[in-house]
């Protein structure tokens, strides 16, 4: 099995994800399959749910927050502004209260609860789900490819039903908040019926959003999920441990991505002691990979020389995992 059979006999899995520890190479294979895949003639997004996005940094090219940016022809990429989605939905919610309330201004006690509110580290991460539900529901393109943050953060936005309860609380506290201040309280009384209509409206439309796209996540036939592994003792045992943490979530896991091997050629030539060392320890963890996930093992991908940055390198990077 490799990569490009898997996607050859799959055509039908468009959501792509790369999930594994912190720094192993999630950016680097999202972009490349992107590439790849767009070079085969696909309409390909490939977006970024980390603030601390660095698709920027492998295209080398300023992206965030500016919406889907063209890379090449069929290639796009995006990274989400949260900061900017929350403005946005302070927006919607202060022209609801107006209009709701028949108001000029939005109540000074409701401004200060909301710029509190945009504190919240549950807000930011709201913010990013919901541009996520956006993108995947948009059926724009033919894949979508997830450049996932580091392991346990990315298993928060795959537990799709713990993020709808933290919505359906914090609507909720925002309506008891609401009710403490006299002045509103006081309108809320003459248009209970209206608001009550609205917020229902308002959860509804949030929990067909959210099962639209966790359904999408966890579907066996649109969506493939890798692991990024590297020959390293505790990359491997971590790996194992997430692998069925994710299996308990019903990600569809389709195989492992093996990264930074040295090439083995190099230990037939005159080479330091150092790296002999490196090379024989990265065997032995290579063999336990083999044995641990045997054919699920799709690709081997060799340590460059440098970074990869910048489409050269994104092309050479995508001819290791599919073949030139
Ligand atoms: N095979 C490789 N050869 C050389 N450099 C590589 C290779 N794979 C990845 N890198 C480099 O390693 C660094 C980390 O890779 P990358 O950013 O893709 O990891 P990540 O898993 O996305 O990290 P994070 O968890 O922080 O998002 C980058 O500088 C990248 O260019
Ligand atoms: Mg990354």
Redesign the pocket.
């Given at each position: 099995m490799s990569l490009r059979r898997f996607f050859e006999e799959h055509p039908d899995r468009r959501y792509i994800m790369?999930g594994?520890?912190?720094?192993?190479?999630?950016?680097?294979?999202?972009?490349a399959t992107a590439y790849w895949l767009a070079r085969q003639g696909h309409r390909v997004l490939v977006f970024s749910v980390?603030p601390?996005?660095?698709l920027s940094?492998?295209f080398q090219r300023d992206i965030f927050g500016r919406g889907p940016v063209e890379i090449i022809p069929n290639l796009y990429a995006q990274e989400i502004d949260a900061d900017q989605r929350i403005r946005a939905f302070q927006d919607e919610i202060r022209e609801k209260i107006k209009s709701m309330y028949g108001l000029d201004e939005c109540p000074e006690e409701i401004e200060r609860y909301m710029q509190a509110a945009a504190g919240e580290p549950a807000m930011e991460e709201s913010a990013i789900f919901d541009a996520v539900v956006d993108i995947v529901v948009s059926a724009e393109y033919d894949y979508y490819i997830y450049?996932?943050?580091?392991l346990g953060h990315a298993l928060y936005y795959l537990s799709m039903g713990s993020i709808y309860d933290e919505w359906i609380n914090k609507i909720t506290r925002l309506r008891e908040e609401m009710a403490e201040y006299a002045q509103v309280a006081a309108i809320m009384q003459r248009s209970r019926q209206t608001e009550e209509d609205q917020i229902l409206l308002e959860l509804q439309d949030i929990k067909r959003r959210i099962n639209t796209s966790s359904s999408i996540l966890t579907d066996r036939q649109k969506t493939g999920f890798f692991f990024?592994i590297i020959p390293e003792e505790m990359a491997i045992l971590d790996t194992i441990k997430a692998a069925s943490l994710f299996a308990k979530y019903d990600v569809p896991l389709c195989g492992y991505i093996v990264?930074?091997?040295i090439p083995a050629s190099l230990a037939d030539q005159a080479i330091p002691e150092y790296l002999r060392h490196r090379l024989e320890m990265q065997r032995g963890h290579l063999e336990r990979i083999r044995r641990e996930f045997g054919s699920d093992v799709l690709a081997e991908?060799?340590?460059?020389?440098?970074?990869?940055?910048g489409l050269p390198?994104i092309e050479r990077?995508a001819e290791?995992m599919f073949g030139a």
């Open positions: 790369f594994g520890k912190g720094g192993l190479g999630k950016t680097t294979f999202s972009a980390d601390q996005a660095s940094d492998i450049d996932l943050v580091p990024v990264n930074r091997v991908i060799p340590e460059f020389e440098r970074d990869i940055t390198m990077m290791a």
